[in-house]
């Protein structure tokens, strides 16, 4: 038994590396954001932290690959992330990790650090 697959240009398989971290993270805001509308706040707090954390490891990748455009991207979705009130909710350090790898390279350094060192670098 065969299959019909169809490929078509511009299609998430067949786009960047960049367009699908964009498109990940456009689906867990949506989901974030209908849990939270929902009034299921625990559930919104999973997926906001997933989202944080993935901002966090891809503006440090960029960063490291000196890709100013994404870098500007991650951080136009790290302000949107701490405007919203869940964020609030999110334990102290993953903020002040957060909001430090952005405004501060010494945090940037020790984050760099500790990926190279659990071999999680992007």
């Not at 997926?47 to 490891?57: E, R």
């Not at 000196?66 to 405007?83: A, N, P, Q, V």
Request: aromatic share 18%; net charge positive; hydrophobic share 35%.
């Amino acid at each position: 038994a065969g299959y019909f697959y169809r490929m078509r240009q511009g299609s998430l398989m067949h786009s960047d590396e960049g367009d699908k971290n964009f498109q990940f993270f456009r689906v867990c805001e949506r989901i974030k954001i209908q849990e939270y509308d929902m009034g299921h706040d625990r559930w919104a707090l999973k997926w906001g932290n997933k989202i944080v954390w993935g901002i966090l490891s891809e503006y440090l990748a960029a960063k490291r690959k000196k890709d100013r455009e994404s870098c500007y991207h991650f951080r136009r979705m790290m302000m949107t992330e701490i405007r919203h009130p869940l964020y609030r909710q999110l334990p102290g350090r993953t903020k002040l990790l957060f909001y430090g790898c952005f405004y501060f390279p010494p945090f940037r350094i020790l984050w760099t650090m500790k990926q190279r060192f659990t071999g999680n670098l992007g």
